[in-house]
């Protein structure tokens, strides 16, 4: 829903979770409008006439309303969040699922794109929000054409955070002493580490995984052999060699295995 007059108040002057996309991505325009804006030297943009916008703003009461009606519990509708530690620093929930204690961002998409894509465009968004309330996760419910809403579970990713927060500060602090931001190139998304592949057909696998599968066990036996020549090794020995291999002990008391005499 459209921001009321005590949202604006409480966000005004501060760094808020639907604009830091632009300073995470790189994007030059938009960072500098965002400055402009910050400064007072530009008007916030008006987005009331984007319909992609508004269709998302009309559908996210629905949304939290179907989230419940699925069983989850929803609070915190439109309360704007102050950074625990920095006053520049707030973002304005959409919504808090209460069972998991973490913020539930809306989105209504067309529907042409993998849901992996969406996730990633809202990750600086999504990290803002979790920064800003303490979460280890936010839930991301989106539309995707005339779709029933996909929910997924966002983890927080501390170097990401880590990251955001450094560029916030940085472009603030330009926004404080009046002087245009330094763009930084893209960072990069966090790592969903929760797919599965199938490499049967790709060649290259297949040959490594026949070399790793032929030296298994050979590999175990050489570290067996390597334990056993070790174990003989008297304790006063700088140096121990026969048949092929010699065993150094350095300075620190450790042991080396070599091939050579």
């Known amino acids: 829903m459209p921001l009321t007059a005590a949202q604006i108040e409480a966000r ?27 400064i007072g030297e530009e008007p916030e943009e008006d987005l009331s006439d ?21 069983g989850g519990w929803i609070a915190r509708r439109g309360e704007v969040v102050n ?3 920095h006053d520049w620093a707030a973002c304005t929930l959409d ?9 539930i961002e809306c989105k209504h998409v067309g529907g042409r794109e993998p849901l992996e894509v969406v996730i990633e465009r809202y990750q600086p968004q999504m990290h803002w929000q979790m920064e800003c309330t303490g979460a280890t996760q936010c839930a ?20 990401y955070v880590v990251e ?26 966090p790592i969903d580490a929760s797919k599965v592949y199938d ?20 590999a175990k036996t050489a570290a067996d052999a390597e334990k056993r020549l070790k174990a003989m090794v008297p304790a006063d020995a700088k140096k121990c060699t026969g048949h092929g291999v010699r065993i ?14």
Not at 50 to 65: H, I
Request: negative net charge; glycine residues 8%.
């Open 12 to 38: 005004a002057g501060k760094l808020t979770a639907s604009r830091v996309a632009a300073l995470m991505k790189g994007d030059a325009e938009a960072i500098m409008r965002l400055y402009r804006e910050m």
């Open 50 to 70: 984007v319909w992609a916008v508004q269709l998302g703003s009309c559908t996210e009461s629905l949304q939290l309303d179907w989230y419940e009606a699925k």
């Open 83 to 85: 950074h625990p530690l």
């Open 95 to 103: 919504g808090w699922v209460i069972d998991l204690g973490c913020p």
């Open 140 to 159: 991301l419910s989106v539309i995707m054409g005339a779709n029933e809403p996909i929910v997924e579970y966002v983890p927080r990713d501390v170097d």
């Open 164 to 189: 955001l927060m450094d560029r916030g500060a940085q472009f603030m602090d330009f926004v404080h002493r009046r002087v245009p931001p330094v763009v930084l190139p893209p960072a990069a998304s």
């Open 199 to 218: 490499f049967t057909g790709n060649n290259s696998w297949a040959v490594a995984a026949l070399d790793w599968m032929g030296t298994e066990k050979q």
């Open 248 to 261: 150094t002990r350095d300075r620190a008391g450790r042991l080396s295995l070599r091939a050579g005499e």
